[in-house]
């Protein structure tokens, strides 16, 4: 296993590329969807569970985690990895989507963000510099630059002035940073729905230097359509030799479509947020298990997944322990969509080394179009 982290593209496809990302830690199959573990968990599942659905890398959530339990309280326990007993790689994000939008009372100036706790009032000052200190004592693998996310909508004079000011923390988070062994610090690209403002965006971050490039600013209302348009020009601006990251995204049709257009890495909380509440992801779309026509099903919820959901237990059942509100319907729900999804990633990887993306595509479409009442 390397001592660096680095970055290797296997094929391409089109704009399509896969890939590995290698760590200290292990080595990141690309594409990659990251499961979310918000509170230094993934909801609903045990480590090795989601080791199992083929997840090579977890995300965690530096907002959450210095608030409850505490950075210097992680890194005293050993650190993020042995606190959560995941001795995979783990990406967190910088706190400031979560302060932007969970945060009471929060002001935003040169120097950075000046909130509230939305859990306990307490005061707190989140900078570049101290984002990156966060993300060091958790301990993380992958760390991310300190941002504005830009809501939307948004101006074209307010999205400038907001990806000019990520620039400037983006930049002082790079000098943060340094050059620890083995660990690796993402830039992130704003600008909102503008071509030009991405652009000088991503030559900032070019020219200050990352390890990796996130596609940020997106998946925040804007809808598919608008966000495919500006996929099909932002990844492009970013280093062909180094990961592309699209955040919190998203839908399986949407991941098929990020990664069509260049992105190499995703996450997003739906696929856990969804099976804690009756919601489950197949290649026949999306069903909802609290709908009364499944409360005779005797068929696996789909008859192409190997997750224990799938294999030990009937439409039915699921039905009945949803409807009841029993515990394990999450459980078994989460486990069949981190499956789904991590399937997904490795059918594309699949379809990209083989040079049949587009084929795969009008496959996935094809069965989604088909619909999920008669059985499969």
Not at 122 to 147: K, Y
Not at 192 to 199: P, Q, Y
Not at 217 to 245: C, H, I, N, S
Not at 275 to 301: E, K, S, Y
Request: with cysteine.
């Amino acid at each position: 296993m390397p001592a660096a982290f680095d970055f290797l593209v296997t094929a391409a496809d089109g704009a399509a590329r896969t890939g590995v990302i290698r760590t200290p830690r292990g080595v990141v199959r690309t594409p990659a969807f990251m499961p979310v573990g918000t509170a230094a968990t993934v909801k609903a599942m045990l480590p090795e569970s989601v080791a199992a659905t083929g997840a090579d890398i977890l995300l965690g959530n530096t907002y959450h985690l210095m608030l409850r339990p505490g950075a210097d309280r992680v890194a005293r326990l050993g650190g993020l990895h042995r606190f959560m007993n995941w001795p995979r790689p783990i990406l967190t994000d910088s706190g400031g989507f979560q302060v932007m939008s969970l945060a009471a009372l929060r002001q935003i100036d040169e120097t950075g963000v000046r909130f509230r706790s939305h859990i306990d009032g307490s005061a707190h000052h989140l900078t570049p510099e101290r984002s990156v200190e966060v993300q060091a004592l958790l301990g993380a693998d992958i760390a991310m630059a300190f941002d504005e996310c830009t809501p939307f909508p948004a101006d074209e004079a307010t999205a400038a002035a907001s990806m000019r000011l990520s620039m400037r923390w983006a930049e002082r988070s790079r000098a943060a940073f340094g050059d620890p062994p083995g660990r690796a610090l993402f830039g992130i690209q704003q600008g909102s729905v503008f071509r030009d403002l991405r652009a000088e965006s991503a030559a900032r971050l070019r020219e200050i230097g990352f390890h990796g490039y996130a596609v940020g600013g997106l998946a925040v209302g804007e809808g598919q359509e608008r966000m495919f348009e500006v996929l099909d020009y932002a990844p492009g601006m970013l280093p062909e030799d180094k990961p592309r990251y699209l955040m919190g995204v998203g839908k399986p049709d949407d991941i098929l479509g990020a990664v069509m257009r260049g992105i190499d890495m995703m996450d997003c909380v739906l696929p856990t947020r969804s099976g804690r509440t009756g919601q489950a992801f197949t290649r026949r779309g999306t069903v909802n298990l609290r709908n009364a026509r499944h409360a005779d099903d005797p068929r696996p919820l789909d008859e192409d997944c190997g997750c224990p959901a799938c294999r030990h237990y009937s439409r039915a059942y699921l039905h009945h322990v949803v409807r009841a509100g029993e515990m394990i319907a999450g459980m078994l729900l989460t486990w069949h969509n981190l499956h789904y999804y991590q399937d997904l990633m490795a059918d594309l990887r699949a379809a990209i080394a083989a040079g049949r993306l587009q084929a795969f595509a009008a496959e996935f479409h094809a069965r989604r179009a088909a619909g999920d009442i008669e059985p499969l």
